[in-house]
């Protein structure tokens, strides 16, 4: 480092005060001795074991930075952040370092998307440590007119909107990329609910910068909530291929391929995910749930809106819903949906196998019952499976379907008019809501 | 059908895990789970240990495992040790201090170490924090 930057870094650590909430002596000692060498004066250090212990500390002394270890006796370490965030807001004079062993890329890219400075992977040495920590005060020390502007705005942004504008206003014209300032000018109006100007904003970013994650993000966000699939498919393509995609993000991201007919891409969720190792239980979810997105929509297109549908991509369809079968963990629903969907294509063995998946993981779950009683309803006459959804419903499983199929049934078996009235009565005491249903349910039989 | 490349961001850890045998006392202590490594230097590291495995000036056999595999399946230390398939590293504990009934934090001088595992060890905690470094900047610029 030259004697210019160790003279600014001196310049600015001038009366900057540091806490560090760490239990172990080794943590405690690493940072302090990271701190002196850095050229701070024992005497501007705190310490705190607990998460109770260091907001005393905020309270009395609003130290600048922060040290935290992630994992606390107490709590999360978040409350300590929207403290700090609260009473330095300011983040050219403040800062906030999370030491974790968590490296994984879903921890990693979650805390890249908050307002921590930066993360400190355990176990350290005494350079990791320093080097993480110069690289966040060193463009704090002679930072631009450009930067000044855009934390005064950040600053501002919760309780003085207009400030914050003005401030990003003359930000604009100081910078010939200003991707930051469009993006802080889209969260301030995505605040007051201007999705229009959000979105305009959050273009104008990605025009500087086409890869900036946070308006990659929440212009997709936008595209969703007004429903345009096509530009919401456009964005989220520029985002899986730059960023590792979050478990959370993959339901609306098959929703929006399989909207826009790009069935491959849910292949390459499903691919991604055969490649690894050992995939958590959250993970198998959300893939499992892309998948009965995915085959749903074809399904759907062939069975109910009579569309010309490939038959291997039909064939495929049947394939991904019985792999979800076998990759679901624990969402009940999901199986429930699969079943669903595939009583409108009558592909009767597939139903089997999928109903037989979902008892042996869930024996007593009360949605896997009904589905019994579902699949029942596609195999058996309908005498038998009337007398099947009655049993159901006498032993308490009071659901829409099992009414539906009762309802049907009767009719279709010609029962006198007292007993399919008696139904209808049963089935809107219990659901009022589904009376329209129900009716149609009903003349749907009788034609 | 070209596939598009995706990566998704799973929750795997990448860790070394480890368990030790106590020469001075003779006591083993196979809990992988309760070892965590916090820090690491030429001479000496620290760990947390669970709390009766240990005390000042015991001898300890540190053995560092690139994956959990072996240690899931282990059911007592071997007798033999060259079956694990594990770096060693020798030390004494200089100090012990108690974080809370379950935990202590131990720093250990090491005593015996092979040079060209420890500084490529070291070298590989430095890259960890590189790479996720890497990550991080990605999302901020």
């Known amino acids: 480092m030259d004697a210019k930057a160790q003279q600014l870094i001196k310049q600015y650590m001038k009366n900057k005060t540091f806490l560090a909430v760490e239990?172990?002596?080794?943590?405690?000692?690493?940072?302090?001795?990271?701190?002196?060498?850095?050229?701070?004066?024992?005497?501007?250090?705190?310490?705190?074991?607990?998460?109770?212990?260091?907001?005393?500390?905020?309270?009395?002394l609003k130290p600048n930075y922060i040290f935290t270890n992630e994992k606390l006796e107490d709590g999360n370490y978040k409350e300590l952040l929207e403290e700090h965030l609260k009473q330095q807001p300011n983040r050219l004079e403040a800062g906030f370092i999370l030491l974790s062993e968590n490296d994984s890329l879903d921890a990693v890219s979650k805390v890249a998307q908050s307002e921590i400075d930066c993360l400190v992977m355990l176990p350290f040495t005494v350079t990791?440590?320093?080097?993480?920590?110069?690289?966040?005060?060193?463009?704090?020390?002679?930072?631009?007119?450009?930067?000044?502007?855009?934390?005064?705005?950040?600053?501002?942004?919760?309780?003085?909107?207009?400030?914050?504008?003005?401030?990003?206003?003359?930000?604009?014209?100081?910078?010939?990329?200003?991707?930051?300032?469009?993006?802080?000018?889209?969260?301030?109006?995505?605040?007051?609910?201007?999705?229009?100007?959000?979105?305009?904003?959050?273009?104008?970013?990605?025009?500087?910068?086409?890869?900036?994650?946070?308006?990659?993000?929440?212009?997709?966000?936008?595209?969703?909530?007004?429903?345009?699939?096509?530009?919401?498919y456009n964005v989220s393509s520029k985002m899986t291929e730059e960023f590792p995609v979050n478990p959370e993000m993959i339901p609306d991201l098959s929703w929006v391929s399989?909207?826009?007919?790009?069935?491959?891409?849910?292949?390459?969720?499903?691919?991604?995910?055969?490649?690894?190792?050992?995939?958590?239980?959250d993970l198998k979810n959300y893939i499992a749930a892309s998948?009965?997105?995915?085959?749903?929509?074809?399904?759907?297109?062939?069975?109910?809106?009579?569309?010309?549908?490939?038959?291997d991509l039909l064939?495929?369809?049947?394939?991904m819903m019985e792999e979800a079968s076998i990759i679901c963990e624990d969402k009940p629903l999901v199986f429930a949906s699969l079943i669903q969907a595939l009583k409108v294509?009558?592909?009767?063995?597939?139903?089997?196998?999928?109903?037989?998946?979902?008892?042996?993981?869930?024996?007593?779950?009360?949605?896997?019952?009904?589905?019994?009683?579902?699949?029942?309803?596609?195999?058996?006459?309908?005498?038998?499976?009337?007398?099947?959804?009655?049993?159901?419903?006498?032993?308490?499983?009071?659901?829409?379907?099992?009414?539906e199929i009762i309802l049907k049934r009767a009719v279709e078996l010609g029962l006198p008019d007292r007993v399919i009235e008696d139904s209808m009565d049963q089935a809107t005491k219990s659901f009022p809501k589904l009376k329209s249903i129900f009716e149609g349910v009903i003349s749907a039989a009788k034609s | 059908m070209t596939l598009k490349k995706i990566t998704l961001a799973t929750k795997k850890l990448s860790k070394s895990y480890m368990i030790f045998t106590n020469s001075t006392s003779q006591q083993d202590c196979i809990e992988y789970r309760d070892i965590k490594f916090i820090y690491a230097d030429e001479m000496e590291f620290t760990l947390l240990v669970p709390i009766k495995s240990c005390a000042e000036g015991h001898h300890i056999n540190l053995y560092i495992f690139d994956d959990n595999k072996q240690l899931k399946k282990l059911k007592k230390m071997p007798n033999d040790k060259s079956t694990l398939k594990c770096h060693v590293i020798n030390g004494n504990i200089s100090h012990l201090e108690k974080i809370d009934d379950e935990l202590a934090e131990v720093t250990i001088q090491i005593t015996d170490k092979v040079n060209e595992f420890w500084d490529s060890y070291i070298s590989k905690i430095e890259e960890r924090q590189d790479k996720v470094s890497e990550i991080f900047e990605r999302y901020r610029t």
């Open chain 1, 23 to 60: 239990s172990t002596v080794a943590g405690k000692t690493a940072i302090e001795q990271m701190l002196k060498k850095t050229a701070i004066a024992r005497k501007n250090i705190q310490f705190a074991k607990n998460i109770e212990m260091a907001l005393e500390i905020m309270k009395e």
């Open chain 1, 315 to 319: 064939k495929r369809a049947y394939k």
């Open chain 1, 291 to 311: 998948l009965t997105v995915y085959g749903k929509k074809i399904i759907k297109d062939k069975f109910e809106e009579n569309a010309e549908v490939d038959p």
């Open chain 1, 128 to 232: 990791s440590l320093q080097s993480e920590f110069l690289k966040v005060i060193l463009p704090k020390t002679d930072p631009s007119d450009y930067m000044k502007l855009l934390e005064s705005a950040r600053e501002h942004m919760r309780f003085d909107v207009d400030k914050a504008f003005d401030f990003l206003k003359k930000a604009f014209k100081l910078d010939k990329k200003p991707y930051e300032a469009y993006y802080l000018e889209g969260l301030i109006h995505l605040k007051s609910k201007s999705l229009e100007q959000a979105k305009s904003s959050f273009e104008r970013s990605l025009k500087f910068h086409p890869k900036f994650y946070g308006s990659l993000k929440e212009l997709f966000n936008i595209h969703m909530i007004q429903k345009d699939r096509h530009k919401a």
């Open chain 1, 345 to 403: 294509s009558q592909n009767t063995e597939l139903m089997d196998n999928i109903l037989k998946r979902a008892q042996n993981k869930f024996p007593k779950n009360k949605n896997i019952k009904v589905l019994e009683v579902i699949v029942n309803d596609e195999q058996l006459k309908p005498a038998e499976s009337l007398k099947v959804a009655q049993d159901a419903l006498k032993s308490g499983l009071d659901s829409p379907e099992i009414h």
């Open chain 1, 258 to 281: 399989v909207a826009c007919a790009k069935y491959d891409d849910i292949l390459s969720y499903h691919t991604a995910f055969k490649d690894l190792e050992e995939p958590d239980n």
